[in-house]
């Protein structure tokens, strides 16, 4: 099974800033990864997919990266409605989760 | 515009059985693969069962496999989930998803509990 390793698990961080979330994966995933985020009560939304595609609406300061078997989620200039819980998902075999990052204000 | 609806969710006894449904519109349901995807009260994502287009192939975790089983119907636009042998660890809010992507359902609350 792939394991996907995602940190952090809480990210603390103020309004402005540039903040980097990163999931590694067990074995070769290709770019069958997608990044996912989760507000209070509310369905995952999609952000991210093919490793670096911007999903449709998704603010340009949201952007996604890979190398080597890390990808990484980077929110530039971070803003109030960007709190939230992120999720990596790989789709190569079958569909694997990341364990979450909890975005918080400072 | 797209949606998915999902029911079915309640309290039930562990070891008792429940059936999930999810109702689609917007699109053409036959055309897309569709999955579940279960999130415990506090926790993060997992996946449940995934289907093919034609319901001709299903996929399980380990952790629900021989006990729950997924379904569609493709005349109705719907998209079912047969729990089985239930447990207190399957408590969590049940989301349909097209194709695992941009299409989510509101999410049904199942709680499994004595």
């Known amino acids: 099974d792939i394991q996907m390793t995602q940190s952090p698990s809480s990210l603390p961080a103020s309004l402005g800033d540039r903040v980097t979330i990163t999931c590694r994966a067990s074995q070769d995933i290709g770019n069958y990864l997608r990044w996912f985020q989760q507000k209070p009560g509310k369905s995952p939304r999609l952000m991210i997919y093919g490793a670096t595609n911007l999903a449709n609406g998704v603010p340009s300061r949201f952007s996604g990266s890979r190398s080597g078997s890390d990808y990484s989620l980077t929110i530039n200039s971070l803003e109030s409605e960007d709190m939230a819980i992120y999720y990596c998902?790989?789709?190569?075999?079958?569909?694997?989760f990341g364990a979450g990052t909890k975005l918080e204000l400072k | 515009e797209v949606q998915l609806v999902e029911s079915g969710g309640g309290l039930v006894q562990p070891g008792r059985s429940l059936k999930l449904s999810c109702v689609a519109s917007g699109f053409t349901f036959n055309n897309y693969w569709m999955t579940w995807i279960r999130q415990a009260p506090g926790k993060g994502l997992e996946w449940v069962a995934s289907?093919?287009?034609?319901?001709?192939?299903?996929y399980y975790p380990d952790s629900v496999k021989g006990r729950f089983t997924i379904s569609r119907d493709n005349a109705k636009s719907t998209l079912y989930l047969q729990m089985n042998s239930l447990r207190s660890e399957d408590t969590a809010t049940y989301y349909c998803?097209?194709?695992?992507?941009?299409?989510w359902g509101q999410g049904t609350l199942v709680t499994v509990s004595s």
């Open positions: 289907i093919t287009n034609t319901g001709g192939s299903t």
């Open positions: 998803t097209r194709d695992l992507k941009a299409y």
């Open positions: 998902l790989q789709h190569n075999e079958y569909y694997t």
